[in-house]
């Protein structure tokens, strides 16, 4: 079983930042290799929005936060980080940190939301125009 705890969201004007946190605790958690963050806003589906490799540095992003984002992770403290900068009213959703298992890291296998395994219970993000 793991556990995922997300912080860091709250309310914030356009052009502004926020860097969301997901501490990750459990016994299991060193075989999942994949973490990553997807969002929901009301009435929509829950969409992609970044990922990484636990085991190394890469990333994928949605082509609707690339360039404003950023996925980081601290080994050391089971942690992922996501850094939103230019922050706009469309990026206002509840944010969910998620974990999977894999055996390769691919975009088409980090953006589908099916397979990952684990979920967080989300953070409020919301942006004013």
């Known amino acids: 079983q793991v556990q995922l705890a997300e912080s860091g969201g709250g309310l914030v004007h356009a052009g502004g930042s926020l860097r969301l946190s997901c501490a990750a605790s459990?016994?299991?958690?060193?075989?999942?290799?994949?973490m990553g963050w997807f969002r929901q806003a009301p009435g929509k589906e829950r969409e992609f929005v970044a990922a990484?490799?636990?085991?190394?540095?890469?990333?994928y992003y949605a082509d609707a936060v690339k360039g404003r984002f950023s996925i980081s992770r601290d080994a050391a403290k089971n942690t992922v980080y996501l850094q939103m900068n230019s922050l706009k009213p469309e990026d206002t959703a509840a944010y969910y940190c998620?974990?999977?298992?894999?055996?390769?890291?691919?975009?088409?296998?980090?953006?589908?939301?099916?397979?990952?395994?684990?979920w967080g219970q989300g953070t409020q993000v919301t942006v004013s125009s």
């Open positions: 459990g016994r299991s958690f060193s075989t999942y290799s994949i």
């Open positions: 990484i490799e636990w085991s190394g540095d890469s990333t």
């Open positions: 998620t974990a999977r298992k894999a055996a390769w890291f691919s975009r088409s296998l980090a953006t589908r939301i099916y397979g990952y395994d684990e």
